[in-house]
T-cell receptor
Framework: EPEVTQTPSHQVTQMGQEVILRCVPI?????FYWYRQILGQKVEFLVS????????KSEIFDDQFSVERPDGSNFTLKIRSTKLEDSAMYFC??????????????FGDGTRLSIL | AQKVTQAQTEISVVEKEDVTLDCVYE???????LFWYKQPPSGELVFLIR??????QNEISGRYSWNFQKSTSSFNFTITASQVVDSAVYFC?????????????FGTGTRLKVLA
């Protein structure tokens, strides 16, 4: 069964540094998402992406965050200047084929980001 | 605003007991989707079920069953004859069907511990 893959599985970064989290969505999916989960807390929506642009973003997704689909397969989340509170598990998800946009989102295994 | 409430923070049962995880949601959308995901200790999110707002039929899949009741805005999940491998955090999620709002709103999760 096709999977969403995320790399790296664990990223350790110094505060203030830039970090890029990478995701390869399922190949025929059209909708892409990033979520984060601070340790022990619920999963929170960050941003959704469709047709090469952001379709919705949350209050968490401020100017420090950006997303990109640099080629036909990758979907990245960049944090420009990391803060301690950015430490979390980041999940990428994809969904939807054709016009049926509310198919279940398939999640990657997550990238655990640790800011020192 | 959309909201998902999972009032049970943690439940412990002995193996072979039945257990029900509660989920109550709030939405103004007439079309919406409800989901359950399992998060085992390894951290990934595993899709269990999707239900749309027009389908109130209960569903059974092996030891799992779901009870969707629009009248009480609830979408409860029952595990019959629980097993140790069912130990995980279970998240209920809501997605709206209007205005292209397909982000998931997650509940805070219920940690299920099944003791041998």
């Amino acid at each position: 069964e096709p999977e969403v893959t995320q790399t790296p599985s664990h990223q350790v970064t110094q505060m203030g540094q830039e970090v890029i989290l990478r995701c390869v969505p399922i190949s025929n999916h059209l909708y892409f998402y990033w979520y984060r989960q601070i340790l022990g807390q619920k999963v929170e929506f960050l941003v959704s992406f469709y047709n090469n642009e952001i379709s919705e973003k949350s209050e968490i997704f401020d100017d420090q965050f950006s997303v990109e689909r640099p080629d036909g397969s990758n979907f990245t989340l960049k944090i420009r200047s990391t803060k301690l509170e950015d430490s979390a598990m980041y999940f990428c998800a994809s969904s939807g084929t054709g016009t049926i946009s509310n198919q279940p989102q398939h999640f990657g295994d997550g990238t655990r980001l640790s800011i020192l | 605003a959309q909201k998902v409430t999972q009032a049970q923070t943690e439940i412990s049962v002995v193996e072979k007991e039945d257990v029900t995880l509660d989920c109550v949601y709030e939405t103004r959308d007439t079309t919406y989707y409800l989901f359950w995901y399992k998060q085992p200790p390894s951290g990934e999110l595993v899709f269990l079920i999707r239900r749309n707002s027009f389908d109130e039929q209960n569903e059974i899949s092996g030891r799992y069953s779901w009870n969707f009741q629009k009248s009480t805005s609830s979408f409860n999940f029952t595990i019959t004859a629980s097993q140790v491998v069912d130990s995980a955090v279970y998240f209920c999620a809501l997605s709206g069907g209007t205005s292209g709002t397909y982000k998931y709103i997650f509940g805070t999760g219920t940690r299920l511990k099944v003791l041998a």
